[in-house]
């Protein structure tokens, strides 16, 4: 199985800070990654698929980049409602993987 | 528009079984496969596997095998999720969500499955 592995595990932040949270996948994905936010007794949400493509009405604040193995998620200008979880995914091989998560939260 | 829609919080005991619903509105059924993701008590996302809604097959994820069983009722448009002989590792909220070319797009609301005695 493919493991991926978020960086850090949690992060505090302020408002208006530039975040940057990481995704390392134990073989080569390719650019079969996704990055969803999750909210407290909520579904995730895609924000990012294909490693860079922004899903429709996700604000151009969030971006993706990223091949093979390494891959980034930023936030350009942090917003109070982006205070959540965020999980990477692969869906190049079966069985399909998340990444442990990464808190992020108020500093 | 496109959503899922699952059932209510269930609570079982050991032993038991239970079927969780998905049904999807706003787009076609058979076009696009759906997927069952468990989230365990403060734990991360874990795929369980998925179903083909045009050809019926599914393919379950390694820990999913056995008792678990993925369905579906195109008549309906509707998935199912059907755990049987219940434990309580099993308490955990569950997903379905679905897959096209975008990862998966759409997911339901979630329902919590609960097994205590």
């Known amino acids: 199985d493919i493991q991926m592995t978020q960086s850090p595990s949690t992060l505090s932040a302020s408002v208006g800070d530039r975040v940057t949270i990481t995704c390392r996948a134990s073989q080569s994905i390719g650019t079969w990654l996704a990055w969803y936010q999750q909210k407290p007794g909520k579904a995730p949400k895609l924000l990012i698929y294909k490693a860079s493509s922004l899903e429709s009405g996700v604000p151009s604040r969030f971006s993706g980049s990223g091949s093979w193995t390494e891959f980034t998620l930023t936030i350009s200008s942090l917003q109070p409602d982006d205070f959540a979880t965020y999980y990477c995914q692969q869906y190049s091989n079966y069985p399909w993987t998340f990444g442990q998560g990464t808190k992020v939260d108020i500093k | 528009q496109v959503q899922l829609v699952q059932s209510g919080s269930e609570l079982k005991k050991p032993g038991a079984s239970v079927k969780v619903s998905c049904k999807a509105s706003g787009y076609s059924f058979t076009s696009y496969v759906m997927n069952w993701v468990r989230q365990a008590p403060g734990q991360g996302l874990e795929w369980m596997g998925w179903?083909?809604?045009?050809?019926?097959?599914?393919t379950y994820a390694q820990g999913f095998t056995g008792r678990f069983v993925f369905s579906f009722d195109t008549s309906v448009s509707t998935a199912y999720l059907q755990i049987n002989s219940l434990k309580a590792e099993d308490s955990a909220v569950y997903y379905c969500?679905?897959?096209?070319?975008?990862?998966?797009?759409?997911w339901g609301q979630g329902t919590m499955v609960t097994v205590s005695s």
């Open positions: 179903i083909n809604t045009n050809t019926g097959n599914p």
């Open positions: 969500a679905r897959y096209g070319d975008m990862a998966f797009d759409i």
